[in-house]
């Protein structure tokens, strides 16, 4: 197998923008980088997007964290990830800044800036853009992160757009945790809406019994393979028919009765993770 080329020169960037990378909103959108682009210094994730119907481009797990926190928060409506920067304004912000400006050390061309995700969030008043940076917290004390932040940091200035660094400290580990293990299923077939309708009015009659119990009994029930029913309870969840308490550890062994329900297909809305961080 051929090895990727990996440098940077002026045909490979004016290829990228032509094939509309950095361009688009929701599933339209395509971004700059993707994890077969190039080799990332840790794990690379692509997930199903919950909000945008398409997979996402996720470079650490830093990153899939706080993807799960912006699927989960109401107020976000689109997320974009590896969102390029215009190099031209950069590049004289590092002028400006007396900072030197990322280059492909092979070929010297000039690198463009990404910014980790650009978030458009649904307020009283209307749209706004919101800019994060996800770097892992012993980072920030490496002085060349930090004058790459700084041209990042006067970027946003411009452009008006609210702009902030997240690290591992700023992500509530529980909420990623439980939001991982129902995010996959987030969407069910047509033969499972069925199935999932009858599990919903099975636990919202239930006055007493452990969830993960009845869940069980469902799949007997109903002669399903095993996990059936608790497979159709994340979804649940997932949809938001169900309110666990995101915010406490997920518990499939806890009552029934801890458990809040707001009625299948009925769309109704929780402001978790209301403060962006």
């Not at 990830?81 to 007396?98: A, C, G, V, W, Y």
């Not at 930090?146 to 529980?174: A, C, F, H, M, Q």
């Not at 007493?208 to 007997?220: M, R």
Request: charge should be positive.
């Amino acid at each position: 197998m051929a090895k990727r080329k990996n440098e940077w020169t002026e045909e490979k960037i004016a290829r990228y923008i032509k094939e509309g990378r950095g361009s688009g909103e929701l599933s339209a959108y395509k971004p700059w980088l993707t994890n077969q682009d190039f080799a990332s210094s840790g794990r690379t994730h692509r997930l199903k997007g919950w909000k945008t119907n398409r997979m996402h481009q996720l470079f650490s797990d830093i990153e899939r964290n706080y993807f799960y926190l912006l699927e989960w928060t109401n107020q976000v409506i689109d997320i974009r990830e590896q969102f390029p920067l215009n190099r031209e304004k950069t590049i004289k912000i590092s002028e400006m800044k007396n900072i030197a400006h990322s280059i492909d050390n092979k070929t010297k061309t000039p690198i463009v800036m990404t910014t980790d995700f650009l978030i458009t969030v649904r307020n009283q008043t209307g749209l706004k853009y919101i800019a994060r940076t996800i770097k892992p917290s012993e980072q920030l004390n490496n002085p060349r992160v930090v004058e790459k932040l700084e041209i990042e940091k006067e970027y946003w200035i411009r452009e008006n757009v609210d702009w902030g660094i997240v690290t591992e400290r700023d992500i509530p580990s529980i909420m990623w945790k439980n939001i991982e293990m129902i995010h996959r299923h987030y969407r069910v077939s047509d033969v499972d809406k069925t199935l999932t309708e009858m599990l919903y009015k099975e636990l919202e009659q239930k006055k007493d019994g452990v969830l993960l119990s009845i869940l069980n009994t469902f799949d007997d029930i109903y002669n399903l393979e095993s996990g059936t029913a608790l497979r159709l309870f994340k979804y649940l969840v997932a949809r938001r028919y169900i309110d666990v308490g995101i915010q406490k550890k997920l518990d499939f062994r806890t009552n029934i009765t801890n458990y809040r329900f707001y009625g299948y297909g009925e769309d109704w809305e929780v402001n978790i993770y209301e403060n962006i961080q």
